[in-house]
């Protein structure tokens, strides 16, 4: 892999038939797939099944034997293999109603595992495995996660560590393989976990707290009290220590990385996942879109939020970022590179024939994964310079990490905002990127804060700073009102502009689980200037420094906010925002030197399924057969672009539809019309 090229992987699944390994037939079989996988300009595999990896352990020896012969045939070709399991998860039924559902819902996996009884008996180097395992706070029994008919092991557990590490270490040893993906070290099954005594004495080592009953709710889910505060943050350093773990067997640069499929939503503390700790230990970042893309409405939009930031979060890491795409079809993987493409991402391909809920003998019709994103994948490889280039944008969006994990109780608290400041530069085709750190004026122009409720000492400095040197910043809602803790602030940011803000706070209710009471309400924001008694209702434009504040105490959540935001970026960016709203296409910009990249995308499509296998699924959750992906018929198939360059023709492509040709720009206006079926095109110009 060259590098400068981004990943274009697929899933190498492993099936029952291939742990008969060693067997000539399935060498044969994993020569052709290799072959198969250079054919479809796939350069990364990455391994699927096999997936719980303690179920396997009888099985380590030839499976990781396998595993180096895929890899070095993957290699002969110039393809990199990345393993990916669970490192925390264990498949247990106690009875045949569970070993079916278990067998049902989660075939993908292999779930392979061994009945209570006997895996009671299991043990590694003289510990037992289920001395591991993660304690139910209120049962005080082991964890059973119902969805994956599954148990899990505490990553602080000290022995489970140890033995995690080894064996890391012994995958490595004996397989080659490029780069791991170490998935589910969290709290999967959220606040009900985890009581064992480890998590009990990491609370009173680091913290200096006992971890109180559940009906305790003076502690439990009560975000005035700082103890509980610590046990959210011990939550997130617990999944990042873990990660620290594998990486320091790895070494500083194998590439690492692990599963997430959200780091924005205000239900995250309860599982201990974001990615802005992740990063720590890993260097690779991913996002797993679950579900269809695009959904069954047509739209594509649902996981812009999270995606953004996990971008964000690659770009200020120096960090690829994988968008995982689950589909069965041609049609599905050409989307799903499309949509990687638009965004910015590398991208991963997989099917996930396991949670269809249909027979084997059912399924023979689909293609293997490496099969299926022959079109996309082969483009980019012999057109690479295309999608190296990074966003050309003035605008950043702040993400506030600690007004979600220390404040937010609902979305509404914080992470709709996020998420509709996202949406709405979406809809007016402002490309953008998230940062979760304050940038500097040299890397953006313009910052968004939207109900940044909560700021850190660091980003109160850095925000005045930003302002100083010439930052304009567009805030709306409270801002600042709270330190990191979501205590009030000392010195709430506001005040040095003269602006009094108070949140109008809900009951803010404590329970097991933590906010499983709480009321959906938006919190309202309400301000005077100091000293008057007059309210502040709209937007309010102060200097500061060489920079100026725009801000409004509205919320991105309130309709009227949320329109008029793009009108004040617009201000202080005239002309340097090309595309219009609302065409039916959403557009991205990219810059490469004095090159230019837009990429555009239909904003919504008409999907079809294959009904007969549909009709066939005994699980009608998750993922479905889509077969056919075209945009939707209200969607132009003539876009007209006032460019803001100044360049004579643009080299127009649509990869999916085999098209290149050159278009002129006639009094800087690009006019391109579109065949029926191109739903993503690209343009590039050299800008003089
Ligand atoms: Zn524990």
């Known amino acids: 892999m060259e590098r400068n090229e981004k990943y274009r992987a697929a899933s190498w699944w492993i099936t029952w038939e291939d742990l008969s390994w060693p067997n000539e037939d399935i060498a044969d079989k994993f020569r052709y797939r290799a072959d198969q996988s250079l054919a479809s300009g796939i350069n990364m595999a990455i391994i699927y099944g096999a997936h719980f990896r303690w179920d396997f352990m ?371 085709n402002i490309t953008f990127d998230v940062v979760t750190v304050i940038p500097e004026v040299s890397e953006y122009k313009v910052l968004l804060l939207s109900s940044a409720s909560c700021l850190d000492d660091a980003e109160y400095s850095t925000l005045n700073k930003y302002l100083k040197s010439g930052g304009i910043v567009i805030a709306s809602g409270p801002t600042g009102c709270y330190d990191k803790r979501a205590n009030i602030a000392a010195r709430p940011w506001l005040e040095q502009f003269g602006i009094i803000c108070r949140i109008d706070e809900p009951e803010r209710i404590a329970a097991f689980p933590p906010c499983s009471k709480q009321k959906d309400i938006i919190p309202a924001c309400r301000s005077i200037f100091n000293g008057s008694n007059v309210e502040i209702n709209e937007w309010i434009e102060l200097s500061s420094g060489k920079g100026k504040l725009v801000w409004s105490p509205g919320r991105m959540q309130n309709l009227t906010i949320k329109l008029s935001t793009a009108e004040r970026l617009r201000n202080f960016m005239p002309g340097e925002i090309p595309f219009p709203a609302d065409t039916g296409w959403k557009f991205r910009i990219y810059r490469k030197g004095a090159v230019r990249i837009i990429h555009a995308l239909a904003a919504s499509f008409d999907l079809r399924c294959m009904d007969e296998l549909e009709k066939a699924r005994k699980i009608n959750k998750g993922n479905n057969l889509i077969d056919s992906i075209s945009k939707s018929k209200n969607i132009s198939s003539a876009v007209s672009l006032e460019l803001k360059w100044n360049c004579e023709t643009v080299n127009f492509y649509a990869p999916l539809d085999g098209l290149r040709k050159k278009i002129p720009v006639k009094n800087g206006v690009l006019d391109i019309t579109l065949d029926n079926e191109v739903y993503y095109f690209i343009l590039e110009m050299v800008v003089k």
């Open 58 to 428: 009888p099985l380590w020896m030839n499976l990781h034997d396998m595993i180096r012969f895929v890899a070095d045939e993957l290699h002969q070709r110039d393809i990199l293999l990345f393993d990916h399991h669970s490192s925390v998860l264990t498949h247990r039924y106690s009875n045949q109603n569970e070993a079916q559902a278990m067998r049902l819902h989660n075939r993908h996996h292999l779930p392979f595992a061994p009945s209570r009884d006997i895996a009671a008996e299991w043990t590694y180097k003289g510990m037992k495995l289920n001395d591991w395992r993660m304690i139910d706070l209120i049962t005080g029994k082991p964890v059973f996660l119902e969805q994956y008919t599954a148990e899990q092991f505490c990553m602080n557990n000290p022995d489970f560590q140890h033995a995690y590490r080894e064996y890391v270490r012994l995958l490595l040893d004996e397989t080659g393989i490029d780069g791991l993906m170490s998935d589910d070290g969290i709290f999967y099954s959220g606040w009900k976990s985890c009581g064992c005594e480890w998590c009990r004495k990491k609370f009173m080592d680091n913290y200096g707290h006992e971890v109180p009953p559940v009906r305790d709710t003076s502690f439990w889910g009560n975000y005035h009290n700082e103890a509980f505060k610590d046990w959210i943050e011990m939550r997130f350093s617990t999944t990042r220590e873990f990660l620290e773990g594998v990486r320091s067997v790895t070494g500083k640069d194998f590439p690492l990385m692990t599963c997430c499929s959200d780091s924005v939503g205000s239900n995250l503390p309860g599982y201990g996942m974001s990615y802005q700790e992740f990063i720590k230990p890993c260097n690779h970042i991913m996002l797993e879109m679950c579900g269809n893309t695009p959904a069954l409405n047509g739209s594509w939009q649902s996981n812009f939020p999270a995606q953004m930031l996990h971008l964000g979060i690659g770009h200020e890491n120096n960090a690829p970022c994988l968008g995982l795409g689950y589909g069965f079809s041609e049609a599905a993987a050409d989307f799903i590179w499309a949509f990687n493409k638009f965004l910015g991402s590398d991208t991963w391909f997989s099917t996930l024939k396991g949670r269809l809920g249909l027979r084997d003998s059912e399924m023979l019709s689909l293609k293997d994964d490496i099969e299926l994103p022959v079109n996309g994948f082969n483009w980019e490889k012999n057109n690479p310079g295309i999608f190296d280039a990074d966003t050309d944008s003035d605008v950043a969006v702040f993400f506030s990490r600690w007004s979600r994990d220390f404040y937010s109780m609902t979305e509404k608290d914080y992470a709709a905002d996020y998420s509709e400041t996202c949406f709405e530069m979406l809809r007016n």
